[in-house]
């Protein structure tokens, strides 16, 4: 299993930027696939972005295509969401998670490893 440390949460006002980080630990993280996933206050979790192992391959929800990009380097066992033009919506909490393969990317189930979240707050 992988251990996941989010971390480059914040407060930044609407249009404004943030990069998140996803540090992990263990020797498989280059095996598996890793996704990004936000959670609002009294909302369900929601899948915003995805990378395949290999990086070849990004998905992402509608709501922030254009402005969100998923990368990862796999030398320094890190996936990235940089975050641009940021809205009020945005604002929830951001889960990086892995998946060892499966039949999608977009869903939670497949995942199964999750970090422990880091706050963003875009402020109107």
């Known amino acids: 299993q992988v251990q996941l440390a989010e971390s480059g949460g914040g407060l930044v006002q609407a249009g404004g930027s943030l990069r998140l980080s996803c540090q992990a630990s263990?020797?498989?993280?280059?095996?598996?696939?890793h996704g990004w996933f936000r959670q609002a206050p009294g909302k369900e979790r929601e899948f915003v972005a995805a990378?395949?192992?290999?990086?070849?391959?990004?998905y992402y929800a509608d709501s922030v295509k254009g402005r969100f990009t998923i990368s990862r380097d796999n030398a320094k066992n890190t996936v990235y969401l940089q975050m641009s033009n940021l809205k009020p919506e945005d604002t929830a909490a951001y889960y990086c998670?892995?998946?060892?393969?499966?039949?999608?990317?977009?869903?939670?189930?497949?995942?199964?490893?999750w970090g422990q979240g880091t706050q963003v707050t875009v402020s109107s």
């Open positions: 263990g020797r498989t993280f280059r095996l598996h696939d």
């Open positions: 998670a892995a998946s060892p393969g499966g039949d999608t990317y977009t869903e939670a189930r497949v995942y199964t490893s």
């Open positions: 990378i395949t192992w290999s990086g070849g391959l990004t």
